[in-house]
């Protein structure tokens, strides 16, 4: 069976020129602040305990959602953080929900790898990692592709994962200040046996896939933009 379900997620837009001024604040801030303040969309995650517990497949689209939203910005590029030292460790709790986002910069040898926690208010976790791996030059602009990992565990035992590369690019446009977008994809997969991905393209598009242990095949999108 096959089912396209809407998943009720925030209207706001995590997108756009204030969103940009929000993870780039104008007195500055470091690579790992950056990062931080990235994975402030946990209004996203509003209500993924109750559907682990109802609707385990439900919450595994969710928190696939999450995670590829939470791992890009959409918005023109006002600037480039400063990386930092590796050691340095930022915390600071999302506004829109009260969760708390910290972040700490691992290494910058061979690549720059940051590991990373959000504390949901529910007692949830997510955990995760990202390692910038360089620069790539294409037709599209500058990419920046990040192997990343993402773990949730729910209070009530549910455990959710996601794993992939997610490319950061800088795009042209002519007249106007470059623009910072993402595009990637994740594998998805539950304690509950369900599998899945979660795919991000270039005009912000996110598509979500789960299958169930019984075959049941569903389907979600999230517009990020």
Excluded: C
């Amino acid at each position: 069976m096959n089912a396209e379900l809407e998943l009720t997620l925030p209207t706001r837009t995590f997108t756009g020129l204030e969103r940009m001024r929000y993870e780039t604040p104008s007195g500055g801030i470091t690579l790992t602040g950056y990062i931080v303040r990235r994975l402030h969309k946990t209004a996203l995650l509003e209500g993924i305990t109750a559907n682990g517990k109802q609707q385990p497949a439900l919450a595994l689209l969710q928190f696939g959602i999450y995670a590829l939203a939470a791992a890009t910005s959409w918005g023109p590029a006002l600037y480039q953080p400063d990386f930092g030292r590796p050691g340095a460790v930022v915390s600071e709790a999302d506004p829109d929900t009260g969760a708390l986002v910290t972040a700490q910069f691992i290494s910058s040898s061979p690549h720059y790898t940051f590991h990373f926690e959000v504390r949901l208010p529910d007692g949830g976790l997510i955990e995760g990692r990202e390692s910038i791996t360089g620069t790539t030059v294409g037709l599209s602009g500058l990419g920046m592709p990040a192997p990343s990992t993402f773990t949730y565990s729910s209070p009530d035992g549910y455990e959710a994962s996601a794993v992939g590369t997610i490319n950061s690019e800088l795009a042209p446009r002519l007249f106007q200040s470059w623009q910072i977008r993402g595009y990637g994809s994740l594998q998805l997969g539950d304690n509950q046996g369900s599998t899945g991905r979660a795919d991000l393209n270039r005009s912000g598009l996110i598509a979500v896939e789960a299958t169930t242990p019984d075959g049941t095949r569903l389907r979600s999108r999230y517009q990020m933009r």
